[in-house]
C-alpha cells in the first residue's frame, strides 16, 4: 500500500477522513490525497466506510434535551451561589477595615465595659443598703466576738472614757439612721430580725464576759463612775443622740425587744437580771444608755 | 446592553461593576456550556452542577481576563477542565469497585445480544452514551468540541493547551473507537442499514 501523495503521510490523510466525510478540508490537494486513496486502497476505504457509518450513527442520535425552564432557572441558582460573596464587598461596613481579632474584641470591651459601669453606679447610688446588707451589723458583732476576750475588754474600757469611734463617729451613726429611714417595712422586720439574733449573742457575749463586767465594776470606784456620768451623757452621748425622732422611737422599740429577750433568755439570764436589780439606779440606767446606744 | 451585545462590552460592564452584565454572560451562553457539559459527563444532574460551578469561576475570575484570547475559549476551557476533572473523579471511584464494574460491563455486552434485535426500541441516546463512555476523557472532549460544537483543531487545541495535531489525532481514534463499541453491539447491522 502505498501513499499517493509524497506530501502527506498515510496517517495524516486517515486523520483527515472524519473531515473529508464533512467536506471540512479546506485544502485541496489533502482533499484529493485522501479521494485518490479511497479509490485506490481497499483497507483505507475500509476505514473510511466505518468512520462514515459512526458519524452517521450520531447525526441520528441526539442527546436529550434538559427538562422545561431549566434555562429559566438556572441563572437564578447561579446568582443563589454566588451573592452570598457580594454582600461581603458591599455591606460588610465598618468592620470590613478591622482586622478579624478586632471584630470580636471591641464588643467584648464594649459589654464590659458597660457592665462594669452600670455596677459601679449602681454601688454609688445606693452605699448605705450595700452596706448594710454587706457588712451587717450582726457580722460586725461577729468579728468582735471572734477578736478575743482582751480586745472586748479594751473596748469596753474605752467606751466608759468615751474613745471608743464607732460609738462616737456621727457618720456611721448617721448612716444607721438614714439606713432605718430608708428601708420599707419589710426591711424594718429583717432589722428586727437581725438585732434578737444580735441581742443572742450579746446575750452570750454577756454572759461569758459577765467576770470580766463585774471585775470591772468592782475594781473602778464608783465615784468615778457617777463623776464621769455628766461627761458623758453631755459630750459624747450628746453625739450619739443627735438623731431624728422617728429613728429614736425605732430604736428604743427594738431595744425594748432586746431586753425582753435578754430578761427571758434563760437561767444564766435570770442571774444576770438579779444583777442588775442590785445595782444602784443610776448604775441601771446607766447600763441601759449604754445598752440604748450600742444597739446590743 | 443586552444577551445579544458583543462579549467585550459585557465583560467591560462587568469589570466597571454592572452585576447585570454577568447576568447576561450567562444567559448568553448557559446553553452551549450546559450541553457541552452534558455531552461530556453524559448525565443531567451532573451536568447542571458542574454548569454552576463553571459560572461561579467565571465569575470570580472574569476580572483577571485580559483577553488574549477569545471570551468562548476562555470559557470553554473552564467548562472542559471542569467536566474533565469530573470524569477522573468518576473514574477513580469507578476503579475502587472495579469488580463490581467488570460483572456490571460483562452484563451490558451480554444483554447486547438482546440489545441489537431491539436497537430500534432502545433509545438511541442511550447508545450514544454507552459509546461515549468508552472514550478516554481527553478524546471525550476533543470528540464532542469537534463533532458536537463544530470548533477547529485550532482552538481546541488552544482550550486544551495541546498541539493541532494531536487534537486531529484525538478526534480520529475517539471515532474509531465508538465505531469498534458501536461494531460490537452489532448496531451497524441493524440501525445503519
Excluded at chain 1, 474600757?157 to 444607721?176: A, H, Q, R, V
Excluded at chain 2, 470559557?75 to 467488570?102: C, G, M, P, Q, T
Excluded at chain 2, 481546541?156 to 475517539?174: C, E, P, Q, T
Aim: glycine residues 2%; charged residues 30%; proline residues 3%.
Amino acid at each position: 500500500m502505498e501513499n499517493k501523495s509524497k506530501d502527506y503521510s498515510r496517517e495524516d490523510l486517515m486523520q483527515s477522513i472524519p473531515d473529508f466525510i464533512n467536506g471540512e478540508i479546506s485544502d485541496i490537494g489533502l482533499s484529493n490525497a485522501v479521494r485518490n486513496l479511497i479509490e485506490t486502497d481497499n483497507d483505507f476505504k475500509n476505514e473510511y466506510d466505518e468512520i462514515n457509518k459512526t458519524l452517521s450513527f450520531f447525526t441520528k442520535a441526539e442527546f436529550p434535551e434538559p427538562p422545561d425552564n431549566f434555562f429559566n432557572n438556572l441563572p437564578v441558582r447561579i446568582n443563589e451561589r454566588i451573592k452570598p460573596n457580594i454582600p461581603l464587598t458591599e455591606n460588610s461596613g465598618v468592620f470590613q477595615y478591622f482586622p478579624k481579632v478586632w471584630k470580636i474584641i471591641i464588643p467584648a470591651l464594649t459589654v464590659i465595659l458597660i457592665a462594669a459601669f452600670f455596677l459601679f453606679r449602681q454601688e454609688n447610688t445606693d452605699p448605705v443598703l450595700t452596706k448594710s446588707e454587706n457588712t451587717s451589723p450582726v457580722q460586725e458583732r461577729n468579728n468582735s466576738t471572734n477578736s478575743g476576750s482582751e480586745n472586748q475588754i479594751e473596748k469596753k474600757d474605752n467606751f466608759f472614757t468615751g474613745s471608743d469611734k464607732s460609738l462616737t463617729d456621727p457618720g456611721i451613726t448617721e448612716k444607721e439612721t438614714n439606713s432605718n429611714t430608708e428601708l420599707n417595712q419589710k426591711t424594718k422586720n429583717t432589722n428586727i430580725r437581725k438585732h434578737e439574733v444580735i441581742s443572742d449573742q450579746k446575750s452570750n457575749n454577756l454572759i461569758s464576759d459577765n467576770t470580766t463586767f463585774e471585775n470591772e465594776n468592782k475594781s473602778e470606784d464608783v465615784s468615778v463612775y457617777e463623776n464621769n456620768d455628766t461627761d458623758i451623757a453631755g459630750t459624747d452621748f450628746a453625739d450619739i443622740f443627735d438623731i431624728d425622732e422617728s429613728n429614736e422611737i425605732e430604736d428604743t422599740g427594738e431595744i425594748e425587744i432586746e431586753e425582753s429577750e435578754l430578761l427571758n433568755s434563760g437561767e444564766s439570764d435570770v442571774n444576770l437580771q438579779n444583777e442588775f436589780r442590785e445595782l444602784s439606779p443610776s448604775d441601771q440606767q446607766e447600763i441601759l444608755n449604754v445598752l440604748k446606744e450600742t444597739k446590743i | 446592553m443586552n444577551i445579544n451585545s458583543d462579549d467585550e462590552l459585557l465583560i467591560a460592564a462587568f469589570k466597571a461593576g454592572n452585576e447585570n452584565a454577568f447576568n447576561f454572560i450567562v444567559r448568553k451562553y448557559q446553553k452551549r456550556i450546559y450541553m457541552l457539559i452534558r455531552k461530556m459527563v453524559l448525565d443531567h444532574d451532573d451536568a447542571d452542577d458542574i454548569t454552576q460551578d463553571v459560572f461561579i469561576k467565571l465569575y470570580r475570575s472574569l476580572n483577571n481576563f485580559r483577553g488574549d484570547s477569545k471570551f468562548f475559549t476562555y470559557l470553554y476551557k473552564i467548562a472542559v477542565n471542569y467536566s474533565i476533572n469530573h470524569l477522573n473523579r468518576k473514574n477513580k471511584l469507578n476503579k475502587r469497585n472495579s469488580e463490581f464494574d467488570e460483572t456490571n460491563e460483562f452484563h451490558s455486552y451480554d444483554s447486547a445480544n438482546d440489545f441489537s434485535e431491539n436497537t430500534d426500541e432502545k433509545d438511541r441516546s442511550e447508545i450514544l452514551k454507552e459509546a461515549i463512555e468508552t472514550l478516554p476523557e481527553q478524546q471525550r472532549a476533543v470528540f464532542i468540541m469537534r463533532y458536537y460544537e463544530n470548533l477547529s483543531y485550532e482552538e481546541i487545541s488552544r482550550i486544551l493547551d495541546k498541539s493541532v495535531g494531536g487534537m486531529k489525532a484525538n478526534y480520529f481514534h475517539a471515532l474509531k473507537k465508538i465505531g469498534s463499541c458501536l461494531k460490537k453491539n452489532k448496531i451497524f447491522e441493524n440501525v445503519l442499514h
